[in-house]
């Protein structure tokens, strides 16, 4: 290892502006690159003195199979106009199969950040070997005058679109200059006052929208006569549901079955639904708390996790067919043993949710038990992509736009990762501050890093119950996230997380077929 | 004998404001829209649901047709955002071989207006007033309360989650209001001018009428305050505690859709050479909340921490500045994602 050549010598720029760019555009280019293959091909390219630009700066890693996510994100925050990640070419890892765990997570990463609005032609992937030192300087070369051609990336556009926060950052802001000068700071600079700057800024949708402001209203309970008979906080509501003719027998039924097994003593706690929300029932007399209806949207699975829950012995789980898929995922990550715990699958004629739409599991498959019958058929798959496939039907700024305004409501109450099943770790990367990977202000860049993360670390383990969107109180349409994976699973590896208990884990997991059309 | 405007007047009003150069934030149905799509509408277009649709936010208008008066009993957000943000810089700093250079980053402030709040985010201000100006006067926050006028549209009606006349407020409740609005029907409000500032927003804009609005009477009282803070008192280490917030799952949405939980954390972003201190809010239901360096946390668990919660707003809060943190909102029980809420806790206390 020749460690004295970390910057591999070069020879100045070979390539001047080009186009109507600023002149004095020097791309910043960062290379995350394998510590045994593509390092070493850059060092060849060094020792036998091929010229290449020096716009890219290398940062060594052991393996591609350890190139977090999120470095890629953190470039470009901290200004980087294009990324490129290389390593050994496929068969060729020092440790067997690092390239090709990344592989796989690089196909799917690229389709969120597509979703995101990211330019995917500041992204590249490459293999090279130890052996191309020409080829390392080809890439550089080529990534280098793409990068110049393309301009300076402004990511999220470059400004903060923290207009909503209470800052009082609008550029037409006039009068009452207080004692605080508005200084120069090169944080101010990158999420300062300015307007996005590039793409449509995002128009909001103005209050006159009959069907919206109605729905809001019913919602709402406003007229008299409604709220009278609401019960419970969540107001009810009428929809067409063939629910409430089936769920009278069926909550009966699902109260006797837990009556039974309490009294048994088989289970020591029912996690079900409640008139409020989740109930914890723990004595026979008390099951006539539980409720079937089309509230019941909550998704119990989480609560298996929690200590407090734990702590009251064996459960017994109400879930609905999507709810179990991610008793599949938690079994086969080894979070729940599946012999100690009673599932009670309830037939499910669909909560009137966007997934319900499309719904192929309104029958529970791997319970202990199965309460009630449903007559309801599998939709159309097609549909499931329907709303995804209109945002992305959107140039890459636009879609960038549109998320940052979304984004902008974020207030980081993080009540999209408290509700996910999957989202059970100890400690949240967002919480670790040694180093700080995600900011955690609630700023437009804090909560861009915050959601793709969010989205991503949910990659082949998503089981699409939509919690996180019900959860969050400023209304971000974030399945859009999880349904760009989703999409991508099924597209690119025929998967879907949470259908099949036999099916081995997407993310974590590799195959030498896997394909691709990006990387070089 | 009353002041009245009408609805067209009053979006008037607001239009003139705006041009004036004054921030104005109200209800607003707020949704990003991009080229003619929202994906979610497309998406409502084939169902009924009710997740993804467009929330209904404090939030500032850029044109007077944004303004929602109807149909809705309140946003889902508060108002302390406008005051208190999410997420406010504090200092610029930057280390220069051995110095630290300090600057200011904070935008010079403007006036605004925050038209049709609702009395309980209007009381939640002079509640807040005590403890930003306690041991330490908390500029900032000082600044932004001077330049706002709050204009308080009074509640025609209330929903399950409603519990202000329990905490000693109502749908007409005057406290932390510049001008009060009374619906008289018909796009006519009634004004009632509180303070200077709301009387120089309405100078000359209002008409004299024999019209007088009547006012509901709101959601029934549901529990005895002071009987509340005497329990938390009491009962630090009841099993009540527990039995009561299992289903709770540890977020924040309720703190922070509260118009007065005011927690914040401060932090440093940047490098090692430059960066910024900023302040963000925090929430005592986090785990991280009251984490130790030393790895000790003194509130564990979940009901540790809803205890916590309730702890503050009705016992310690009230001990220390003479009043509860709590204005009925109840918008800790409609954003729960698990159906929760103080009222829940409250009346089953």
Same mark, same amino acid.
């Not at chain 2, 009987?227 to 009561?244: I, L, N, R």
């Not at chain 2, 939980?261 to 785990?287: K, L, T, Y």
């Not at chain 2, 030393?294 to 921490?305: F, M, V």
């Given at each position: 290892?020749?460690?004295?050549?970390?910057?591999?010598?070069?020879?100045?720029?070979?390539?001047?502006?080009?186009?109507?760019?600023?002149?004095?555009?020097?791309?910043?280019?960062?290379?995350?690159?394998?510590?045994?293959?593509?390092?070493?091909?850059?060092?060849?390219?060094?020792?036998?003195?091929?010229?290449?630009?020096?716009?890219?700066?290398?940062?060594?890693?052991?393996?591609?199979?350890?190139?977090?996510?999120?470095?890629?994100?953190?470039?470009?925050?901290?200004?980087?106009?294009?990324?490129?990640?290389?390593?050994?070419?496929?068969?060729?890892?020092?440790?067997?199969?690092?390239?090709?765990?990344?592989?796989?997570?690089?196909?799917?990463?690229?389709?969120?950040?597509?979703?995101?609005?990211?330019?995917?032609?500041?992204?590249?992937?490459?293999? @090279?070997?130890?052996?191309?030192?020409?080829?390392?300087?080809?890439?550089?070369?080529?990534?280098?005058?793409?990068?110049?051609?393309?301009?300076?990336?402004?990511?999220?556009?470059?400004?903060?679109?923290?207009?909503?926060?209470?800052?009082?950052?609008?550029?037409?802001?006039?009068?009452?200059?207080?004692?605080?000068?508005?200084?120069?700071?090169?944080?101010?600079?990158?999420?300062?006052?300015?307007?996005?700057?590039?793409?449509?800024?995002?128009?909001?949708?103005?209050?006159?929208?009959?069907?919206?402001?109605?729905?809001?209203?019913?919602?709402?309970?406003?007229?008299?006569?409604?709220?009278?008979?609401?019960?419970?906080?969540?107001?009810?509501?009428?929809?067409?549901?063939?629910?409430?003719?089936?769920?009278?027998?069926?909550?009966?039924?699902?109260?006797?079955?837990?009556?039974?097994?309490?009294?048994?003593?088989?289970?020591?706690?029912?996690?079900?639904?409640?008139?409020?929300?989740?109930?914890?029932?723990?004595?026979?007399?008390?099951?006539?708390?539980?409720?079937?209806?089309?509230?019941?949207?909550?998704?119990?699975?989480?609560?298996?996790?929690?200590?407090?829950?734990?702590?009251?012995?064996?459960?017994?789980?109400?879930?609905?067919?999507?709810?179990?898929?991610?008793?599949?995922?938690?079994?086969?990550?080894?979070? @729940?043993?599946?012999?100690?715990?009673?599932?009670?699958?309830?037939?499910?004629?669909?909560?009137?949710?966007?997934?319900?739409?499309?719904?192929?599991?309104?029958?529970?498959?791997?319970?202990?038990?199965? @309460?009630?019958?449903?007559?309801?058929?599998?939709?159309?798959?097609?549909?499931?992509?329907?709303?995804?496939?209109?945002?992305?039907?959107?140039?890459?700024?636009?879609?960038?736009?549109?998320?940052?305004?979304?984004?902008?409501?974020?207030?980081?109450?993080?009540?999209?990762?408290?509700?996910?099943?999957?989202?059970?770790?100890?400690?949240?990367?967002?919480?670790?501050?040694?180093?700080?990977?995600?900011?955690?202000?609630?700023?437009?860049?804090?909560?861009?890093?915050?959601?793709?993360?969010?989205?991503?670390?949910?990659?082949?383990?998503?089981?699409?119950?939509?919690?996180?969107?019900?959860?969050?109180?400023?209304?971000?349409?974030?399945?859009?996230?999880?349904?760009?994976?989703?999409?991508?699973?099924?597209?690119?590896?025929?998967?879907?997380?949470?259908?099949?208990?036999?099916?081995?884990?997407?993310?974590?997991?590799?195959?030498?077929?896997?394909?691709?059309?990006? @990387?070089? | 004998?009353?002041?009245?405007?009408?609805?067209?007047?009053?979006?008037?009003?607001?239009?003139?404001?705006?041009?004036? *150069?004054?921030?104005?934030?109200?209800?607003?149905?707020?949704?990003?829209?991009?080229?003619?799509?929202?994906?979610?509408?497309?998406?409502?277009?084939?169902?009924?649901?009710?997740?993804?649709?467009?929330?209904?936010?404090?939030?500032?208008?850029?044109?007077?047709?944004?303004?929602?008066?109807?149909?809705?009993?309140?946003?889902?957000?508060?108002?302390?955002?406008?005051?208190?943000?999410?997420?406010?810089?504090?200092?610029?700093?930057?280390?220069?071989?051995?110095?630290?250079?300090?600057?200011?980053?904070?935008?010079?402030?403007?006036?605004?207006?925050?038209?049709?709040?609702?009395?309980?985010?209007?009381?939640?201000?002079?509640?807040?007033?005590?403890?930003?100006?306690?041991?330490?006067?908390?500029?900032?926050?000082?600044?932004?309360?001077?330049?706002?006028?709050?204009?308080?549209?009074?509640?025609?009606?209330?929903?399950?989650?409603?519990?202000?006349?329990?905490? *000693?407020?109502?749908?007409?409740?005057?406290? *932390?209001?510049?001008?009060?609005?009374?619906?008289?029907?018909?796009?006519?409000?009634?004004?009632?001018?509180?303070?200077?500032?709301?009387?120089?927003?309405?100078?000359?804009?209002?008409?004299?009428?024999?019209?007088?609005?009547?006012?509901?009477?709101?959601?029934?009282?549901?529990?005895?305050?002071?009987?509340?803070?005497?329990?938390?008192?009491?009962?630090?280490?009841?099993?009540?505690?527990?039995?009561?917030?299992?289903?709770?799952?540890?977020?924040?949405?309720?703190?922070?859709?509260?118009?007065?939980?005011?927690?914040?954390?401060?932090?440093?972003?940047?490098?090692?050479?430059?960066?910024?201190?900023?302040?963000?809010?925090?929430?005592?239901?986090?785990?991280?909340?009251?984490?130790?360096?030393?790895?000790?946390?003194?509130?564990?668990?979940?009901?540790?921490?809803?205890?916590?919660?309730?702890?503050?707003?009705?016992?310690?809060?009230?001990?220390?500045?003479?009043?509860?943190?709590?204005?009925?909102?109840?918008?800790?029980?409609?954003?729960?994602?698990?159906?929760?809420?103080?009222?829940?806790?409250?009346?089953?206390?």
């Amino acid at each position: 290892m020749n460690d004295h050549t970390v910057s591999p010598p070069s020879v100045g720029p070979t390539v001047g502006p080009v186009g109507d760019q600023p002149s004095g555009f020097e791309p910043k280019i960062v290379a995350f690159v394998c510590n045994w293959c593509t390092y070493l091909g850059a060092d060849l390219a060094g020792t036998t003195r091929l010229e290449y630009p020096p716009n890219v700066r290398i940062i060594r890693l052991p393996c591609t199979g350890r190139i977090d996510f999120n470095l890629i994100i953190k470039a470009f925050e901290i200004g980087a106009d294009s990324v490129l990640v290389s390593g050994c070419h496929p068969g060729d890892c020092h440790y067997t199969s690092g390239n090709y765990h990344a592989r796989r997570r690089w196909i799917l990463f690229r389709e969120l950040l597509q979703t995101l609005g990211f330019d995917l032609e500041r992204i590249h992937f490459t293999w @090279i070997s130890a052996a191309e030192g020409h080829k390392w300087q080809q890439t550089v070369k080529e990534i280098t005058e793409k990068t110049r051609k393309l301009g300076p990336y402004k990511y999220l556009c470059s400004g903060d679109a923290a207009s909503r926060s209470g800052d009082f950052t609008s550029p037409s802001s006039v009068g009452l200059t207080a004692e605080l000068s508005n200084s120069e700071t090169p944080s101010s600079s990158q999420r300062g006052s300015a307007p996005l700057t590039c793409g449509k800024p995002p128009a909001f949708r103005a209050a006159p929208d009959p069907s919206s402001s109605s729905a809001q209203a019913e919602r709402l309970s406003l007229s008299p006569r409604a709220e009278e008979t609401v019960q419970g906080v969540r107001p009810a509501e009428s929809r067409s549901l063939s629910a409430s003719q089936a769920a009278e027998p069926q909550v009966q039924a699902l109260r006797e079955a837990c009556r039974r097994l309490l009294a048994e003593g088989s289970v020591k706690v029912v996690i079900g639904y409640g008139k409020r929300g989740p109930v914890f029932v723990t004595r026979p007399e008390d099951v006539e708390q539980l409720v079937w209806n089309d509230h019941c949207l909550a998704n119990l699975t989480v609560y298996l996790k929690r200590k407090e829950i734990r702590a009251l012995g064996r459960p017994a789980i109400v879930v609905k067919g999507c709810d179990e898929r991610a008793l599949v995922v938690l079994e086969k990550e080894s979070q @729940i043993d599946r012999k100690e715990m009673h599932v009670l699958g309830m037939a499910c004629p669909g909560m009137g949710e966007a997934k319900c739409e499309t719904c192929e599991v309104h029958l529970p498959r791997f319970a202990d038990e199965v @309460i009630g019958e449903s007559g309801q058929h599998a939709a159309e798959s097609g549909e499931r992509w329907k709303s995804l496939e209109a945002l992305l039907a959107l140039p890459p700024a636009e879609r960038m736009a549109y998320w940052a305004s979304e984004f902008d409501r974020c207030v980081k109450c993080y009540a999209c990762r408290q509700v996910c099943p999957m989202c059970y770790c100890e400690r949240c990367l967002v919480e670790k501050n040694r180093p700080t990977v995600i900011e955690p202000s609630a700023t437009a860049k804090g909560n861009l890093a915050w959601h793709i993360m969010r989205a991503f670390h949910l990659a082949g383990r998503c089981v699409g119950c939509d919690e996180c969107t019900r959860a969050c109180p400023a209304g971000i349409d974030l399945r859009l996230l999880n349904l760009s994976l989703a999409k991508a699973e099924e597209e690119h590896f025929a998967y879907r997380a949470g259908m099949d208990p036999k099916a081995e884990l997407l993310v974590g997991a590799y195959s030498l077929q896997d394909k691709e059309n990006f @990387i070089r | 004998m009353s002041a009245t405007i009408s609805q067209a007047a009053l979006r008037g009003l607001v239009a003139e404001w705006i041009s004036q *150069g004054k921030r104005v934030a109200g209800p607003r149905l707020v949704s990003s829209e991009v080229g003619a799509v929202r994906p979610s509408t497309l998406l409502r277009a084939v169902s009924a649901s009710r997740t993804g649709e467009p929330p209904l936010l404090y939030a500032p208008l850029e044109s007077s047709d944004q303004l929602t008066l109807e149909g809705f009993i309140r946003p889902a957000n508060s108002i302390k955002e406008f005051i208190f943000p999410k997420h406010q810089e504090l200092y610029g700093y930057r280390i220069t071989g051995k110095g630290i250079e300090l600057s200011a980053v904070e935008p010079p402030a403007r006036e605004q207006v925050l038209i049709a709040a609702r009395p309980c985010d209007a009381a939640s201000l002079p509640i807040l007033d005590h403890v930003f100006n306690w041991d330490y006067k908390d500029e900032l926050y000082n600044l932004r309360r001077q330049l706002t006028t709050v204009v308080t549209l009074a509640c025609a009606a209330h929903d399950d989650a409603c519990f202000c006349t329990s905490v *000693g407020l109502g749908p007409a409740a005057e406290r *932390g209001s510049d001008a009060l609005l009374l619906e008289l029907g018909e796009g006519e409000y009634e004004v009632r001018c509180l303070t200077e500032k709301g009387k120089a927003l309405f100078d000359g804009k209002l008409q004299s009428s024999e019209r007088v609005a009547s006012v509901s009477a709101g959601p029934e009282k549901r529990f005895e305050a002071e009987a509340v803070g005497a329990f938390v008192k009491e009962h630090f280490d009841s099993a009540f505690w527990p039995a009561q917030t299992l289903a709770c799952l540890g977020c924040g949405a309720c703190a922070y859709t509260c118009p007065t939980c005011h927690c914040f954390d401060i932090v440093d972003e940047g490098n090692i050479e430059r960066g910024v201190r900023a302040r963000n809010w925090d929430s005592c239901q986090f785990a991280m909340f009251t984490l130790h360096a030393s790895g000790h946390n003194p509130r564990p668990n979940q009901p540790a921490r809803q205890r916590q919660r309730i702890d503050h707003k009705f016992h310690i809060y009230p001990e220390k500045f003479g009043e509860i943190l709590c204005t009925g909102c109840g918008n800790c029980a409609r954003n729960c994602p698990a159906g929760m809420g103080v009222l829940g806790v409250l009346t089953a206390l």
